[in-house]
């Protein structure tokens, strides 16, 4: 099914075996943590590297003295063979208490075509080895287009507390190159503000002036100096990883936009590229440091450095932040 009619399954039901996949990543972790949230457990994750039938098996199978849930989440870049999911499967039928949550990704190295294949017989094969067992989905997620983006953002504003248009919302999104899943990160930042979110409120926050740590770690990074002790300080402070680690993305998306306005216009407008005017101390060091990039080969060396990075991430790996930073210091003057 789609996400329309998995959001009307949901109205009514909760599933007991569910398997996401898709174009985005983002609504397929938003709609894992809804079933999560209906069930009112906390899951037990294994992500790719962590993943073994026995340990899988051994909470499904857990009996509560209160009834409780016992629910894990699965995310995984490569299908289940049929074995593991008949068990799986068995395990649900004989636990009336237990659920399963298979967040399937495109794997870096696997082309789009070989994905689609590879959920559409994963599916299949969840399916015929439910024998009967109800509550079984599959939920195919595409792109969020415009409106559903701002919806997004507009449920998230409104979780949080937070005031804001929709038009400032549009904004916000813009600034993350319509990443839906940047800009809600980028959005609790507001939760800060007393009152509605002006422009100006996106302008500072969103571009690093509200966190000396991060702008601390690109000065080091650009003036090719170590980052060591600062990324150690942020670590320490409790800093999120994967949050970093889109920072970096949203940076670099940035200052490529700068670094190809230039090559194409012989000149950097900052209103122009971004469709606002930045304050002058972020545009004039969007300037500078755009250019400090060797070439455009360097930006895609760092996109994909900044890929692997996130892949790693959520495979589970640690300590692996300093080495991408360091890596994407080579393609840096």
Same mark, same amino acid.
């Given at each position: 099914?789609?996400?329309?009619?998995?959001?009307?399954?949901?109205?009514?039901?909760?599933?007991?075996?569910?398997?996401?996949?898709?174009?985005?990543?983002?609504?397929?972790?938003?709609?894992?943590?809804?079933?999560?949230?209906?069930?009112?457990?906390?899951?037990?994750?294994?992500?790719?590297?962590?993943?073994?039938?026995?340990?899988?098996?051994?909470?499904?199978?857990?009996?509560?003295?209160?009834?409780?849930?016992?629910?894990?989440?699965?995310?995984?870049?490569?299908?289940?063979?049929?074995?593991?999911?008949?068990?799986?499967?068995?395990?649900?039928?004989?636990?009336?208490?237990?659920?399963?949550?298979?967040?399937?990704?495109?794997?870096?190295?696997?082309?789009?075509?070989?994905?689609?294949?590879?959920?559409?017989?994963?599916?299949?094969?969840?399916?015929?080895?439910?024998?009967?067992?109800?509550?079984?989905?599959?939920?195919?997620?595409?792109?969020?287009?415009? @409106? #559903?983006? !701002?919806? +997004? =953002?507009?449920?998230?504003?409104? %979780?949080? &507390? $937070?005031?804001?248009?929709?038009?400032?919302?549009?904004?916000?999104?813009?600034?993350?190159?319509?990443?839906?899943?940047?800009?809600?990160?980028?959005?609790?930042?507001?939760?800060?503000?007393?009152?509605?979110?002006? @422009? #100006?409120? !996106?302008? +500072? =926050?969103?571009?690093?002036?509200? %966190?000396? &740590? $991060?702008?601390?770690?690109?000065?080091?990074?650009?003036?090719?100096?170590?980052?060591?002790?600062?990324?150690?300080?942020?670590?320490?402070?409790?800093?999120?990883?994967?949050?970093?680690?889109?920072?970096?993305?949203?940076?670099?998306?940035?200052? +490529? =936009?700068?670094?190809?306005?230039?090559?194409?216009?012989?000149?950097?407008?900052?209103?122009?590229?971004?469709?606002?005017?930045?304050?002058?101390?972020?545009?004039?060091?969007?300037?500078?440091?755009?250019?400090?990039?060797?070439?455009?080969?360097?930006?895609?060396?760092?996109?994909?450095?900044?890929?692997?990075?996130?892949?790693?991430?959520?495979?589970?790996?640690?300590?692996?932040?300093?080495?991408?930073?360091?890596?994407?210091?080579?393609?840096?003057?």
């Amino acid at each position: 099914m789609y996400k329309k009619d998995f959001d009307t399954y949901l109205a009514s039901r909760t599933p007991k075996a569910a398997l996401l996949y898709g174009e985005s990543d983002f609504l397929i972790q938003v709609y894992s943590k809804k079933i999560t949230n209906a069930l009112n457990v906390i899951p037990e994750v294994f992500y790719y590297a962590d993943y073994s039938l026995d340990s899988v098996m051994n909470i499904l199978t857990q009996s509560s003295l209160f009834g409780d849930a016992q629910v894990v989440v699965l995310k995984l870049d490569k299908k289940l063979d049929s074995k593991h999911l008949k068990a799986i499967m068995g395990a649900l039928k004989s636990n009336e208490n237990s659920a399963i949550i298979i967040e399937f990704y495109q794997a870096e190295n696997k082309p789009s075509a070989q994905y689609a294949r590879d959920f559409k017989a994963f599916a299949t094969s969840l399916h015929t080895e439910s024998n009967g067992l109800s509550g079984v989905v599959d939920v195919r997620f595409f792109t969020p287009n415009a @409106r #559903e983006s !701002i919806d +997004f =953002l507009r449920e998230r504003a409104n %979780s949080l &507390g $937070i005031f804001i248009n929709n038009q400032n919302l549009q904004t916000l999104l813009e600034m993350q190159n319509n990443d839906i899943a940047l800009a809600c990160a980028e959005l609790s930042k507001f939760s800060i503000i007393q009152g509605e979110v002006k @422009r #100006e409120d !996106i302008a +500072f =926050l969103c571009y690093g002036l509200g %966190s000396v &740590g $991060i702008e601390e770690l690109l000065e080091r990074i650009f003036s090719k100096k170590s980052p060591f002790l600062v990324l150690e300080k942020m670590l320490e402070s409790g800093l999120d990883e994967m949050g970093l680690m889109r920072d970096m993305e949203e940076y670099f998306n940035k200052l +490529f =936009l700068f670094f190809a306005y230039a090559r194409a216009n012989g000149r950097i407008e900052p209103k122009e590229i971004l469709g606002y005017a930045p304050p002058n101390l972020i545009s004039d060091e969007y300037k500078r440091r755009c250019l400090q990039v060797r070439s455009e080969e360097g930006y895609l060396e760092i996109f994909k450095l900044l890929g692997k990075w996130r892949n790693e991430l959520m495979q589970g790996k640690k300590s692996i932040s300093l080495q991408s930073l360091i890596k994407i210091q080579d393609f840096i003057r």
